[in-house]
DNA sequence: CAAAAATGTGACGGTTTGTAACAACCGGGA
DNA sequence: TCCCGGTTGTTACAAACCGTCACATTTTTG
Protein backbone atom coordinates (compact mmCIF):
# COMPACT_ATOMS: atom_id res chain seq x y z
CA UNK A 1 0.00 0.00 0.00
CA UNK A 2 2.24 2.75 -0.93
CA UNK A 3 5.32 4.10 -2.77
CA UNK A 4 5.09 4.37 -6.82
CA UNK A 5 4.89 7.42 -8.67
CA UNK A 6 8.01 9.28 -7.61
CA UNK A 7 8.47 11.30 -11.13
CA UNK A 8 9.29 14.75 -11.61
CA UNK A 9 7.83 17.57 -8.94
CA UNK A 10 6.94 20.36 -10.42
CA UNK A 11 9.12 22.90 -9.05
CA UNK A 12 7.71 26.40 -7.82
CA UNK A 13 6.89 28.59 -10.63
CA UNK A 14 5.01 25.89 -12.38
CA UNK A 15 1.21 26.08 -11.13
CA UNK A 16 -1.32 26.21 -13.23
CA UNK A 17 -0.35 24.95 -16.45
CA UNK A 18 -2.06 22.09 -18.14
CA UNK A 19 0.57 20.27 -18.80
CA UNK A 20 -0.12 17.10 -17.93
CA UNK A 21 1.65 16.86 -14.70
CA UNK A 22 2.32 13.89 -12.74
CA UNK A 23 -1.28 14.31 -10.86
CA UNK A 24 -0.67 11.33 -8.38
CA UNK A 25 -3.88 9.56 -7.79
CA UNK A 26 -3.76 9.33 -4.37
CA UNK A 27 -2.59 10.79 -1.59
CA UNK A 28 -0.32 8.18 -0.51
CA UNK A 29 1.64 7.98 -3.44
CA UNK A 30 1.75 11.90 -3.28
CA UNK A 31 4.10 11.23 -0.66
CA UNK A 32 5.49 7.82 -1.93
CA UNK A 33 8.42 9.58 -3.72
CA UNK A 34 9.59 11.23 -0.60
CA UNK A 35 12.68 9.69 1.39
CA UNK A 36 11.41 7.97 4.70
CA UNK A 37 12.58 9.81 7.74
CA UNK A 38 12.95 7.69 11.26
CA UNK A 39 12.43 9.42 14.58
CA UNK A 40 13.37 7.51 18.22
CA UNK A 41 11.07 7.08 20.95
CA UNK A 42 10.06 10.26 22.84
CA UNK A 43 11.40 12.41 19.74
CA UNK A 44 9.24 15.20 18.62
CA UNK A 45 8.86 15.93 15.11
CA UNK A 46 7.49 19.00 15.65
CA UNK A 47 6.88 21.66 18.65
CA UNK A 48 3.26 23.28 19.35
CA UNK A 49 4.29 27.19 17.77
CA UNK A 50 6.88 26.06 14.93
CA UNK A 51 6.56 27.37 11.73
CA UNK A 52 4.29 25.08 10.04
CA UNK A 53 6.43 23.72 6.96
CA UNK A 54 6.00 20.30 6.08
CA UNK A 55 3.26 17.81 5.90
CA UNK A 56 3.79 14.45 6.52
CA UNK A 57 2.76 10.74 6.38
CA UNK A 58 2.71 8.41 8.84
CA UNK A 59 4.64 5.20 7.20
CA UNK A 60 5.33 3.30 10.37
CA UNK A 61 4.97 3.52 14.78
CA UNK A 62 3.34 5.51 16.40
CA UNK A 63 2.63 9.33 17.22
CA UNK A 64 1.38 11.37 19.84
CA UNK A 65 -0.40 14.76 19.10
CA UNK A 66 -0.57 16.62 22.38
CA UNK A 67 -1.01 20.43 23.78
CA UNK A 68 0.51 21.59 27.48
CA UNK A 69 -1.48 24.11 29.38
CA UNK A 70 0.54 26.72 31.09
CA UNK A 71 1.36 25.38 34.21
CA UNK A 72 2.12 21.47 32.67
CA UNK A 73 -1.33 19.88 32.34
CA UNK A 74 -0.52 17.91 29.27
CA UNK A 75 -3.52 16.78 26.51
CA UNK A 76 -3.32 14.36 23.89
CA UNK A 77 -5.16 14.43 21.13
CA UNK A 78 -4.71 12.13 19.64
CA UNK A 79 -2.55 9.24 18.33
CA UNK A 80 -1.35 8.53 14.68
CA UNK A 81 -0.82 5.34 13.29
CA UNK A 82 0.09 4.33 9.69
CA UNK A 83 -1.68 5.85 6.84
CA UNK A 84 -2.71 9.19 8.71
CA UNK A 85 -1.18 12.51 7.84
CA UNK A 86 0.22 14.90 10.26
CA UNK A 87 0.30 19.31 10.47
CA UNK A 88 -2.45 19.77 7.76
CA UNK A 89 -3.91 22.78 8.68
CA UNK A 90 -3.74 26.11 6.85
CA UNK A 91 -2.22 27.81 10.15
CA UNK A 92 1.03 29.35 9.43
CA UNK A 93 2.21 27.50 12.94
CA UNK A 94 1.34 24.06 14.15
CA UNK A 95 -1.52 24.01 16.87
CA UNK A 96 0.14 21.04 18.66
CA UNK A 97 2.92 18.70 19.63
CA UNK A 98 3.99 15.49 17.36
CA UNK A 99 5.93 13.18 19.39
CA UNK A 100 7.25 9.54 18.34
CA UNK A 101 5.57 7.22 21.00
CA UNK A 102 7.73 4.40 19.43
CA UNK A 103 10.29 4.20 16.36
CA UNK A 104 8.40 5.48 13.78
CA UNK A 105 8.93 6.45 10.06
CA UNK A 106 7.43 9.16 8.49
CA UNK A 107 7.77 11.08 4.63
CA UNK A 108 7.57 14.63 4.73
CA UNK A 109 6.27 16.79 2.02
CA UNK A 110 6.44 20.65 1.92
CA UNK A 111 3.74 22.61 2.64
CA UNK A 112 3.35 25.06 -0.07
CA UNK A 113 3.78 22.03 -2.89
CA UNK A 114 1.02 19.76 -0.73
CA UNK A 115 -1.05 22.48 -1.54
CA UNK A 116 -0.63 23.19 -4.91
CA UNK A 117 -1.06 19.23 -5.58
CA UNK A 118 -4.27 19.20 -3.89
CA UNK A 119 -5.55 22.53 -5.73
CA UNK A 120 -4.18 20.87 -9.05
CA UNK A 121 -5.33 17.14 -8.71
CA UNK A 122 -9.33 16.48 -8.49
CA UNK A 123 -8.72 13.35 -7.14
CA UNK A 124 -6.36 14.06 -4.25
CA UNK A 125 -8.97 17.05 -3.01
CA UNK A 126 -11.69 14.36 -2.06
CA UNK A 127 -9.21 12.14 -0.33
CA UNK A 128 -7.93 14.64 2.00
CA UNK A 129 -11.84 16.19 2.44
CA UNK A 130 -12.42 12.48 3.59
CA UNK A 131 -9.16 12.44 6.29
CA UNK A 132 -10.20 15.68 7.84
CA UNK A 133 -13.68 14.19 8.20
CA UNK A 134 -12.71 11.81 9.51
CA UNK A 135 -10.35 13.63 11.94
CA UNK A 136 -13.27 15.75 12.73
CA UNK A 137 -15.68 12.55 13.46
CA UNK A 138 -13.12 11.49 15.78
CA UNK A 139 -12.64 14.73 17.84
CA UNK A 140 -16.24 14.22 18.35
CA UNK A 141 -16.58 11.15 19.61
CA UNK A 142 -13.42 12.41 21.68
CA UNK A 143 -15.85 15.29 22.79
CA UNK A 144 -18.00 13.05 24.01
CA UNK A 145 -15.79 10.42 25.94
CA UNK A 146 -13.99 13.40 27.69
CA UNK A 147 -17.38 15.25 28.44
CA UNK A 148 -19.57 12.61 29.68
CA UNK A 149 -18.17 9.19 30.07
CA UNK A 150 -16.77 7.88 33.22
CA UNK A 151 -13.47 6.05 33.43
CA UNK A 152 -14.94 2.61 33.02
CA UNK A 153 -16.31 3.84 29.65
CA UNK A 154 -13.51 6.37 28.46
CA UNK A 155 -10.83 3.40 28.96
CA UNK A 156 -13.32 0.69 27.15
CA UNK A 157 -13.53 3.36 24.67
CA UNK A 158 -9.73 3.52 24.12
CA UNK A 159 -9.53 -0.40 23.64
CA UNK A 160 -11.91 -0.72 21.17
CA UNK A 161 -10.53 2.05 19.19
CA UNK A 162 -7.21 0.36 19.33
CA UNK A 163 -8.53 -3.21 18.56
CA UNK A 164 -10.55 -1.79 15.55
CA UNK A 165 -7.85 0.50 14.50
CA UNK A 166 -5.51 -2.53 14.68
CA UNK A 167 -8.11 -5.46 14.09
CA UNK A 168 -8.89 -4.59 10.07
CA UNK A 169 -8.99 -8.70 10.34
CA UNK A 170 -11.77 -9.74 12.36
CA UNK A 171 -10.99 -12.63 15.74
CA UNK A 172 -7.51 -11.37 16.12
CA UNK A 173 -8.39 -9.81 19.86
CA UNK A 174 -4.75 -9.39 20.90
CA UNK A 175 -4.26 -5.45 20.80
CA UNK A 176 -0.53 -4.10 20.81
CA UNK A 177 -0.47 -0.50 23.59
CA UNK A 178 2.24 0.92 22.66
CA UNK A 179 1.92 4.31 24.70
CA UNK A 180 2.09 4.20 28.18
CA UNK A 181 -0.02 4.62 30.82
CA UNK A 182 0.77 8.28 31.02
CA UNK A 183 -0.24 8.37 27.25
CA UNK A 184 -3.16 6.73 27.72
CA UNK A 185 -4.42 9.36 31.12
CA UNK A 186 -3.66 12.22 29.42
CA UNK A 187 -5.79 11.22 26.06
CA UNK A 188 -8.33 10.30 28.58
CA UNK A 189 -8.62 12.85 30.82
CA UNK A 190 -8.10 10.84 33.95
CA UNK A 191 -4.83 9.85 36.06
CA UNK A 192 -2.27 7.02 35.42
CA UNK A 193 -3.67 5.67 38.61
CA UNK A 194 -7.13 5.68 37.51
CA UNK A 195 -6.61 4.20 34.13
CA UNK A 196 -4.80 1.16 36.22
CA UNK A 197 -7.33 0.68 38.46
CA UNK A 198 -10.19 0.31 35.68
CA UNK A 199 -7.88 -1.77 33.46
CA UNK A 200 -7.24 -3.87 36.74
CA UNK A 201 -11.11 -4.19 37.12
CA UNK A 202 -11.66 -5.12 33.51
CA UNK A 203 -9.14 -7.81 33.95
CA UNK A 204 -10.85 -9.13 36.77
CA UNK A 205 -13.80 -8.87 34.64
CA UNK A 206 -12.18 -11.58 32.45
CA UNK A 207 -13.24 -8.76 29.21
CA UNK A 208 -9.63 -8.59 28.53
CA UNK A 209 -6.34 -10.25 29.71
CA UNK A 210 -2.82 -8.73 30.02
CA UNK A 211 -0.67 -10.45 27.31
CA UNK A 212 2.52 -8.41 28.19
CA UNK A 213 2.90 -4.82 29.47
CA UNK A 214 2.26 -3.46 26.25
CA UNK A 215 -0.53 -5.51 24.81
CA UNK A 216 -3.17 -7.63 25.86
CA UNK A 217 -6.10 -9.38 24.53
CA UNK A 218 -10.16 -8.47 24.10
CA UNK A 219 -11.82 -12.12 25.96
CA UNK A 220 -15.62 -9.83 25.65
CA UNK A 221 -15.40 -7.77 22.40
CA UNK A 222 -19.27 -7.39 23.14
CA UNK A 223 -18.70 -6.97 26.66
CA UNK A 224 -16.12 -4.23 25.98
CA UNK A 225 -18.53 -2.49 23.49
CA UNK A 226 -21.10 -2.25 26.30
CA UNK A 227 -18.98 -0.95 28.86
CA UNK A 228 -17.67 1.87 26.42
CA UNK A 229 -21.72 3.20 25.74
CA UNK A 230 -21.86 5.09 22.38
CA UNK A 231 -24.34 2.17 22.31
CA UNK A 232 -21.83 0.39 19.35
CA UNK A 233 -23.39 -2.76 20.46
CA UNK A 234 -23.60 -3.75 16.30
CA UNK A 235 -20.76 -5.87 16.58
CA UNK A 236 -20.88 -9.59 16.14
CA UNK A 237 -20.55 -10.56 19.72
CA UNK A 238 -23.33 -10.64 21.14
CA UNK A 239 -24.65 -8.11 23.24
CA UNK A 240 -28.04 -6.60 23.01
CA UNK A 241 -28.09 -3.80 20.01
CA UNK A 242 -30.63 -0.87 20.97
CA UNK A 243 -30.80 1.15 18.43
CA UNK A 244 -33.87 2.87 19.75
CA UNK A 245 -34.49 6.62 18.49
CA UNK A 246 -33.65 8.60 21.51
CA UNK A 247 -36.19 10.72 23.61
CA UNK A 248 -36.26 14.52 22.67
CA UNK A 249 -34.32 16.76 24.57
CA UNK A 250 -36.35 19.01 26.56
CA UNK A 251 -35.49 22.56 24.90
CA UNK B 1 -20.62 40.89 8.00
CA UNK B 2 -23.57 39.31 5.76
CA UNK B 3 -25.56 39.11 2.82
CA UNK B 4 -24.04 41.13 -0.20
CA UNK B 5 -23.91 39.44 -3.35
CA UNK B 6 -27.04 38.11 -4.45
CA UNK B 7 -26.33 37.15 -8.18
CA UNK B 8 -28.35 34.34 -9.96
CA UNK B 9 -27.49 31.42 -8.72
CA UNK B 10 -27.51 28.60 -10.86
CA UNK B 11 -29.94 26.46 -11.32
CA UNK B 12 -29.62 22.88 -11.29
CA UNK B 13 -28.92 21.76 -14.68
CA UNK B 14 -25.89 23.84 -15.06
CA UNK B 15 -22.79 22.15 -13.40
CA UNK B 16 -20.32 21.74 -15.65
CA UNK B 17 -20.37 23.67 -18.39
CA UNK B 18 -17.81 26.48 -18.49
CA UNK B 19 -19.73 28.78 -20.07
CA UNK B 20 -18.21 31.69 -16.85
CA UNK B 21 -20.79 31.01 -14.73
CA UNK B 22 -21.46 32.90 -12.18
CA UNK B 23 -18.31 31.72 -9.85
CA UNK B 24 -19.10 33.31 -6.45
CA UNK B 25 -16.09 34.84 -5.00
CA UNK B 26 -16.88 34.15 -1.30
CA UNK B 27 -18.86 31.43 0.43
CA UNK B 28 -21.27 33.61 1.81
CA UNK B 29 -21.94 34.73 -1.58
CA UNK B 30 -22.84 31.10 -2.98
CA UNK B 31 -25.57 30.82 0.06
CA UNK B 32 -26.89 34.84 -1.42
CA UNK B 33 -28.92 33.63 -3.54
CA UNK B 34 -31.03 30.63 -1.45
CA UNK B 35 -33.90 31.37 0.14
CA UNK B 36 -34.20 32.18 4.05
CA UNK B 37 -35.33 29.50 6.45
CA UNK B 38 -36.52 30.86 9.95
CA UNK B 39 -36.53 28.46 12.90
CA UNK B 40 -38.04 28.80 16.09
CA UNK B 41 -36.20 28.17 19.24
CA UNK B 42 -35.65 24.41 20.42
CA UNK B 43 -36.72 22.90 16.85
CA UNK B 44 -34.43 20.69 14.99
CA UNK B 45 -32.48 21.50 11.89
CA UNK B 46 -31.64 17.87 10.85
CA UNK B 47 -31.00 14.80 13.19
CA UNK B 48 -28.15 13.04 13.81
CA UNK B 49 -28.90 9.76 11.16
CA UNK B 50 -30.86 11.87 9.17
CA UNK B 51 -29.72 11.35 5.44
CA UNK B 52 -26.90 14.19 4.99
CA UNK B 53 -28.89 15.99 1.74
CA UNK B 54 -27.90 19.93 2.41
CA UNK B 55 -25.50 22.16 3.45
CA UNK B 56 -26.71 25.34 6.37
CA UNK B 57 -25.45 28.78 6.26
CA UNK B 58 -26.30 30.58 9.72
CA UNK B 59 -27.73 34.14 8.69
CA UNK B 60 -29.15 34.59 12.31
CA UNK B 61 -29.40 33.55 15.45
CA UNK B 62 -27.49 30.81 17.50
CA UNK B 63 -27.52 26.49 17.02
CA UNK B 64 -26.51 23.72 19.36
CA UNK B 65 -24.85 20.71 17.84
CA UNK B 66 -25.01 18.05 20.07
CA UNK B 67 -24.80 13.88 20.75
CA UNK B 68 -26.97 12.00 22.68
CA UNK B 69 -25.56 8.61 24.20
CA UNK B 70 -27.81 5.59 24.55
CA UNK B 71 -28.90 6.41 28.11
CA UNK B 72 -29.55 9.63 27.69
CA UNK B 73 -26.53 11.68 28.43
CA UNK B 74 -26.46 14.44 25.80
CA UNK B 75 -22.93 16.60 24.63
CA UNK B 76 -22.98 19.61 22.68
CA UNK B 77 -19.97 19.46 20.60
CA UNK B 78 -20.46 23.20 19.69
CA UNK B 79 -22.89 26.47 19.32
CA UNK B 80 -22.88 28.19 15.68
CA UNK B 81 -22.92 31.98 15.26
CA UNK B 82 -24.23 33.89 11.82
CA UNK B 83 -21.21 33.20 9.02
CA UNK B 84 -20.72 29.59 10.55
CA UNK B 85 -21.60 26.72 8.35
CA UNK B 86 -23.28 23.44 9.44
CA UNK B 87 -23.63 20.24 7.81
CA UNK B 88 -20.11 20.43 6.11
CA UNK B 89 -18.99 16.46 5.53
CA UNK B 90 -18.40 14.03 3.29
CA UNK B 91 -20.57 11.57 5.44
CA UNK B 92 -23.79 10.58 3.86
CA UNK B 93 -25.77 10.77 6.92
CA UNK B 94 -25.39 13.69 9.68
CA UNK B 95 -23.11 12.92 12.85
CA UNK B 96 -24.85 14.94 15.10
CA UNK B 97 -28.24 17.02 15.74
CA UNK B 98 -28.36 20.58 15.14
CA UNK B 99 -31.17 22.63 17.09
CA UNK B 100 -32.08 26.60 16.84
CA UNK B 101 -31.30 27.59 20.53
CA UNK B 102 -33.37 30.95 19.65
CA UNK B 103 -34.99 32.35 16.58
CA UNK B 104 -32.36 31.33 13.55
CA UNK B 105 -32.34 32.28 9.89
CA UNK B 106 -30.63 29.73 7.45
CA UNK B 107 -29.70 29.14 3.97
CA UNK B 108 -29.78 25.90 2.97
CA UNK B 109 -27.42 24.38 -0.08
CA UNK B 110 -28.36 21.06 -2.08
CA UNK B 111 -24.83 18.80 -0.69
CA UNK B 112 -23.83 17.83 -3.75
CA UNK B 113 -24.04 20.96 -5.96
CA UNK B 114 -22.09 22.47 -3.22
CA UNK B 115 -19.73 19.83 -3.41
CA UNK B 116 -19.42 20.48 -7.21
CA UNK B 117 -19.21 24.61 -6.53
CA UNK B 118 -16.45 24.12 -4.61
CA UNK B 119 -14.51 21.59 -6.69
CA UNK B 120 -14.88 24.03 -9.16
CA UNK B 121 -14.27 27.20 -7.76
CA UNK B 122 -10.49 27.53 -6.43
CA UNK B 123 -11.29 30.63 -4.69
CA UNK B 124 -13.87 28.90 -2.64
CA UNK B 125 -12.32 26.27 -2.08
CA UNK B 126 -9.29 27.31 0.65
CA UNK B 127 -11.92 29.46 2.30
CA UNK B 128 -14.07 26.22 3.15
CA UNK B 129 -10.54 24.42 3.91
CA UNK B 130 -9.91 27.33 6.59
CA UNK B 131 -13.68 26.54 8.12
CA UNK B 132 -12.47 23.36 8.59
CA UNK B 133 -9.08 24.04 9.95
CA UNK B 134 -10.74 26.41 12.63
CA UNK B 135 -13.60 23.92 13.43
CA UNK B 136 -11.01 21.39 14.07
CA UNK B 137 -8.62 24.12 16.18
CA UNK B 138 -11.85 25.14 18.11
CA UNK B 139 -12.74 20.81 18.66
CA UNK B 140 -9.30 20.44 19.63
CA UNK B 141 -9.42 23.47 22.49
CA UNK B 142 -12.70 21.37 23.49
CA UNK B 143 -10.71 18.54 24.05
CA UNK B 144 -8.01 20.61 26.10
CA UNK B 145 -10.74 22.25 28.12
CA UNK B 146 -12.89 19.04 28.70
CA UNK B 147 -9.61 16.73 29.42
CA UNK B 148 -8.28 18.82 32.21
CA UNK B 149 -9.67 22.21 32.45
CA UNK B 150 -11.58 22.37 36.44
CA UNK B 151 -15.11 24.09 36.16
CA UNK B 152 -14.07 27.39 37.10
CA UNK B 153 -11.45 27.06 34.08
CA UNK B 154 -14.39 25.88 31.98
CA UNK B 155 -16.61 28.53 32.28
CA UNK B 156 -14.34 31.47 32.12
CA UNK B 157 -13.11 29.94 28.98
CA UNK B 158 -16.61 29.56 27.71
CA UNK B 159 -17.24 33.07 28.65
CA UNK B 160 -14.23 34.36 27.01
CA UNK B 161 -15.32 32.64 24.16
CA UNK B 162 -18.57 33.93 23.77
CA UNK B 163 -17.07 37.66 24.38
CA UNK B 164 -14.56 37.17 21.45
CA UNK B 165 -17.20 35.86 19.17
CA UNK B 166 -19.17 38.67 19.72
CA UNK B 167 -16.82 41.41 20.86
CA UNK B 168 -15.18 42.13 17.05
CA UNK B 169 -16.05 45.51 18.45
CA UNK B 170 -13.49 46.13 21.72
CA UNK B 171 -14.59 47.11 24.68
CA UNK B 172 -18.09 46.21 24.88
CA UNK B 173 -18.17 43.90 27.57
CA UNK B 174 -21.73 43.07 27.15
CA UNK B 175 -22.48 39.53 26.02
CA UNK B 176 -25.74 37.65 25.05
CA UNK B 177 -25.47 34.29 26.32
CA UNK B 178 -28.52 33.08 24.21
CA UNK B 179 -28.38 29.07 25.59
CA UNK B 180 -29.49 27.68 28.56
CA UNK B 181 -27.51 26.70 31.87
CA UNK B 182 -28.52 23.07 30.63
CA UNK B 183 -27.13 23.72 27.28
CA UNK B 184 -23.65 25.15 28.94
CA UNK B 185 -23.94 22.28 31.26
CA UNK B 186 -23.81 20.03 28.58
CA UNK B 187 -21.09 21.64 26.41
CA UNK B 188 -18.80 22.51 29.57
CA UNK B 189 -19.48 18.59 30.82
CA UNK B 190 -20.52 19.93 33.95
CA UNK B 191 -23.94 20.18 35.39
CA UNK B 192 -26.39 23.02 35.46
CA UNK B 193 -25.63 23.22 39.29
CA UNK B 194 -21.98 23.48 39.32
CA UNK B 195 -22.18 26.45 36.40
CA UNK B 196 -24.50 28.65 38.62
CA UNK B 197 -22.56 28.25 41.64
CA UNK B 198 -19.57 28.70 39.12
CA UNK B 199 -20.83 32.00 37.82
CA UNK B 200 -21.80 32.89 40.93
CA UNK B 201 -18.69 32.59 42.31
CA UNK B 202 -17.55 34.87 39.19
CA UNK B 203 -20.06 37.14 39.93
CA UNK B 204 -18.35 37.15 43.65
CA UNK B 205 -15.10 38.23 42.64
CA UNK B 206 -16.68 41.13 40.58
CA UNK B 207 -14.94 39.42 37.18
CA UNK B 208 -18.55 39.05 35.82
CA UNK B 209 -21.74 41.28 36.73
CA UNK B 210 -25.41 39.51 35.84
CA UNK B 211 -26.99 41.65 33.29
CA UNK B 212 -29.93 39.80 32.52
CA UNK B 213 -30.23 36.44 32.79
CA UNK B 214 -29.26 35.45 29.55
CA UNK B 215 -26.55 38.68 29.56
CA UNK B 216 -23.74 39.96 31.42
CA UNK B 217 -20.86 42.28 31.79
CA UNK B 218 -17.40 41.44 31.93
CA UNK B 219 -15.69 43.51 34.29
CA UNK B 220 -12.42 42.03 34.26
CA UNK B 221 -11.41 39.94 30.91
CA UNK B 222 -7.71 39.95 32.00
CA UNK B 223 -8.42 38.16 35.20
CA UNK B 224 -11.02 36.09 33.19
CA UNK B 225 -8.34 34.88 30.73
CA UNK B 226 -6.00 33.85 33.63
CA UNK B 227 -9.03 31.95 35.41
CA UNK B 228 -9.58 30.09 31.94
CA UNK B 229 -6.02 28.68 32.06
CA UNK B 230 -4.24 28.50 28.16
CA UNK B 231 -2.59 31.47 29.10
CA UNK B 232 -4.28 33.45 26.66
CA UNK B 233 -3.20 36.33 28.88
CA UNK B 234 -1.59 38.41 25.65
CA UNK B 235 -5.39 40.60 26.30
CA UNK B 236 -4.63 44.28 26.81
CA UNK B 237 -5.74 44.36 30.23
CA UNK B 238 -3.12 43.38 32.18
CA UNK B 239 -2.66 40.00 33.63
CA UNK B 240 1.30 38.30 33.43
CA UNK B 241 1.78 36.66 29.81
CA UNK B 242 4.19 33.56 30.80
CA UNK B 243 5.05 32.44 27.05
CA UNK B 244 7.40 30.08 29.08
CA UNK B 245 8.60 26.90 26.61
CA UNK B 246 7.49 24.10 28.34
CA UNK B 247 9.72 21.37 30.01
CA UNK B 248 9.94 18.23 27.67
CA UNK B 249 7.10 15.82 28.96
CA UNK B 250 9.17 12.44 30.13
CA UNK B 251 8.80 9.33 27.19
C1' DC C 1 -52.83 34.90 37.01
C1' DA C 2 -51.68 30.25 37.57
C1' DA C 3 -48.74 26.55 36.14
C1' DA C 4 -44.56 25.08 34.26
C1' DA C 5 -39.98 25.71 33.34
C1' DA C 6 -35.54 27.50 34.43
C1' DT C 7 -32.32 29.04 37.79
C1' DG C 8 -29.99 29.61 42.33
C1' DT C 9 -28.39 27.63 46.73
C1' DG C 10 -27.33 24.34 50.36
C1' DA C 11 -26.07 19.73 52.40
C1' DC C 12 -24.34 15.39 51.46
C1' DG C 13 -22.08 11.58 49.12
C1' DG C 14 -19.53 9.34 45.41
C1' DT C 15 -16.14 9.05 41.85
C1' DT C 16 -11.85 10.42 40.86
C1' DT C 17 -7.64 12.46 42.38
C1' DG C 18 -3.29 12.87 44.82
C1' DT C 19 0.17 10.91 47.71
C1' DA C 20 2.73 7.35 48.80
C1' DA C 21 4.81 2.84 49.03
C1' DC C 22 5.70 -1.11 46.62
C1' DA C 23 6.24 -4.42 42.74
C1' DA C 24 7.48 -5.40 38.02
C1' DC C 25 10.08 -4.51 34.13
C1' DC C 26 13.87 -2.77 31.16
C1' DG C 27 18.51 -1.85 29.82
C1' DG C 28 23.47 -1.79 30.74
C1' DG C 29 27.62 -3.24 32.49
C1' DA C 30 30.64 -6.39 34.88
C1' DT D 1 24.55 -14.47 32.69
C1' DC D 2 23.61 -12.06 36.60
C1' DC D 3 23.22 -7.94 39.04
C1' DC D 4 21.57 -3.35 39.60
C1' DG D 5 19.51 1.36 38.93
C1' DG D 6 15.92 3.76 36.83
C1' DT D 7 11.62 3.77 34.80
C1' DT D 8 6.97 2.14 34.58
C1' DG D 9 3.00 0.03 36.51
C1' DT D 10 0.07 -1.38 40.56
C1' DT D 11 -2.35 -0.92 44.91
C1' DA D 12 -4.06 1.43 49.27
C1' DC D 13 -5.90 5.28 51.68
C1' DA D 14 -7.36 10.04 52.64
C1' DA D 15 -8.94 14.25 50.49
C1' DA D 16 -11.05 17.16 46.95
C1' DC D 17 -14.01 18.27 43.51
C1' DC D 18 -18.03 17.80 41.42
C1' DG D 19 -22.55 15.36 41.07
C1' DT D 20 -26.92 14.17 43.31
C1' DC D 21 -30.81 15.41 45.78
C1' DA D 22 -33.79 18.73 47.78
C1' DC D 23 -36.04 22.99 47.84
C1' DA D 24 -36.56 28.17 47.37
C1' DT D 25 -36.89 31.64 43.93
C1' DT D 26 -37.42 33.76 39.59
C1' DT D 27 -38.92 33.81 34.87
C1' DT D 28 -41.70 32.31 31.16
C1' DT D 29 -45.78 30.46 29.13
C1' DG D 30 -50.61 29.62 28.25
Redesign the interface.
Known sequence: MLSQATMSQPHGAVRRFATVPPCPASLKSLFGGQPVETFE??TAVFWEGDEARHVFEVVEGVLRVF?????????I?GFLYPGDLLGV???DQY??TA?AVNRTKLRRYEHGRFQDEI?RS?EL??QL??C??D???A??D???L????SAEERVASFLLLIARRLGGDVRQPVIEIPM?R?DMA????LTIETVSRTMTRLTNCRVIAPSSRHALVVRKLGKLALLA???DADDKDGAGG?AIQ??V?P?
Open positions: PGRILSDGRRVTSLKLYENPRPFALCEMAAQQMVLARKTLDYLGGESRQAWN
